[in-house]
């Protein structure tokens, strides 16, 4: 493992038209790995289309690694059922985060980056990573890979090292 250059925010909002896993609906849970690491949400019964909410923060490393997600069916009897996965790369956030310091943006909102759907993510439509009053963000849809439909929307937060303390799970 490599210098930590920084922390990660990833915070599980939603998701939407999710795949039915039982016999007419599902009761999914996200895991979020980076390197590593992983954290997962609260299980969400009977929907389809859930709203978690959950912030889960994440140390980032040099080289920069993917942030993967599998959406699970949590299943009492038997081994959990997959709903999906889905990935995007955290360099453009890394370099984002770097540019913000050479040009010193602190205050009100600038975009600072335009990411396009490519093999190196599994975005719906373009994402932007802007600075935010100091803080790098970046809002993303993600289509899940591996089944018929669905999306996980996330909001990313770049902490920077210097201000960084151990990585935290937070429910």
């Not at 963000?137 to 439909?149: F, I, K, N």
């Not at 669905?150 to 920077?160: A, H, P, S, Y």
Request: aromatic share 6%.
């Amino acid at each position: 493992m490599g210098e930590i250059i920084g922390m990660v925010k990833v915070i599980v909002l939603q998701g939407k038209q999710l795949v039915v896993r039982d016999f007419r609906t599902s009761d999914p849970y996200v895991v979020v790995k980076l390197g590593n690491q992983t954290a997962k949400t609260k299980v969400i019964n009977s929907c389809l289309n859930p709203v978690w909410n959950e912030e889960l923060t994440f140390s980032v490393t040099e080289p920069v690694e993917e942030l993967k997600l599998n959406v699970f069916d949590k299943d009492r009897f038997k081994a959990d059922d997959e709903m999906g996965y889905a990935h995007l790369s955290l360099q453009p956030m890394a370099s984002t985060s770097r540019l913000k310091k050479v040009i010193n943006i602190s205050k009100g909102e600038t975009r600072m980056r335009t990411v396009v759907p490519d093999s190196d993510n599994c975005l719906v439509r373009e994402s932007y990573i802007s600075c935010v009053d100091g803080e790098v963000v970046q809002d993303v849809w993600l289509r899940l890979s591996g089944v018929e439909s669905g999306e996980i929307e996330l909001k990313l937060k770049w902490v920077d090292h210097a201000t960084t303390t151990k990585p935290s799970v937070k429910p």
